[in-house]
């Protein structure tokens, strides 16, 4: 039996100790967790010295070693929750990543579709060749041919709030706080499907302060914090969002099309006059409840449709 000790970085610790989490077995005195795989006992110690014994503790402990070192060099340069947004490090756009991105939450009608994907270095070439890029450049068209492509090559998570959802949870909780309870979500709904799999970071497009989005997500059972970066105009840093907004904006275009055939009415994308005139066609046709199926009730597009309809 071969045993070997290394030394871990505190955060890498933390790391290791999620790693095993599910093959833990006891805690020693001054460890912090015990646990046994197919033939490796792995102890970490609370000074970071990790035990690896086994038949396979040298290849186990050298793969945590390796870590350890990518880890540490990375976080020299990791963000702080208090800064305004992240400063990405240098070549970020190459990195392994998982993107989040929402769509549809400025848009009186229709849902609000949150997506995280993943986009492996290896895929890259792959989702620009798709014609991944920001969304905001494609047309309708191009984002509903792109995301279906998308649909069947990349890892991903969709976490849809119809309108009638969102209409139920808005008066407890501010769009922001929502918002960030949905990416939290899609996250780490994300990370545990590609699980093994550790993406090298996770580039959330960016809605409010850092230290807005962790104070939203405190009550949060699970909180992905950990390698998050936070950037305004993320789908430029990497494809990864571009291609979470693709996907998100594709659905956010279904819900406008489906309830557009529910209510037998083109439902326009927006808050603007027109949202205004069409809204009291709803409200003449169906009363509130047609508004609060289509709708997001709380803007004020539904007092100016009311307004109208008495004209
Ligand atoms: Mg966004």
Not at 100 to 111: A, I
Not at 217 to 229: F, G, N, P, W
């Amino acid at each position: 039996m071969s045993q070997m000790v290394i030394q871990l970085d505190k955060k890498t610790l933390s790391e290791i100790n999620t790693y095993y989490s599910s093959s833990i077995v006891k805690s020693a005195p001054y460890s912090v967790f015990t646990a046994k795989t197919n033939d490796t006992t792995i102890t970490a110690y609370k000074s970071g010295k990790v035990l690896f014994q086994g038949r396979n503790a040298e290849k186990e402990a050298n793969r945590w070693k390796e870590m350890d070192q990518t880890l540490t060099k990375k976080r020299t340069s990791n963000p702080s929750a208090s800064a305004a947004s992240s400063e990405l490090p240098a070549h970020f756009s190459e990195w392994s990543v998982v993107g989040s991105d929402e769509v549809g939450n400025g848009s009186y009608f229709g849902s609000l579709p949150v997506c995280a994907v993943y986009a492996p270095k290896e895929q890259l070439s792959l989702l620009k060749s798709l014609g991944v890029r920001d969304s905001k450049n494609l047309n309708d068209q191009q984002i509903i041919q792109i995301a279906k492509q998308l649909e069947v090559q990349v890892e991903y998570v969709l976490t849809i709030i119809t309108p009638q959802k969102y209409n139920e949870i808005q008066p407890t909780m501010s769009q922001g706080k929502m918002k960030a309870i949905l990416h939290n979500h899609t996250l780490s709904k994300l990370l545990k499907k590609i699980s093994p799999i550790r993406p090298e970071a996770i580039l959330i497009d960016q809605f409010e302060l850092p230290s807005t989005y962790k104070k939203h997500i405190a009550d949060e059972k699970e909180q992905i914090l950990e390698k998050v970066y936070f950037k305004t105009k993320a789908e430029s840093s990497h494809l990864a969002v571009a291609a979470a907004s693709i996907i998100a904006r594709y659905h956010f275009l279904k819900s406008l099309d489906e309830l557009s055939k529910e209510v037998g009415m083109r439902l326009p994308s927006g808050a603007g006059i027109q949202s205004d005139h069409v809204a009291a066609k709803v409200y003449e046709r169906y009363g509130m409840e047609g508004l609060e199926k289509t709708a997001k009730v709380h803007f004020a597009n539904t007092q100016k449709a009311i307004a109208l309809s008495k004209e």
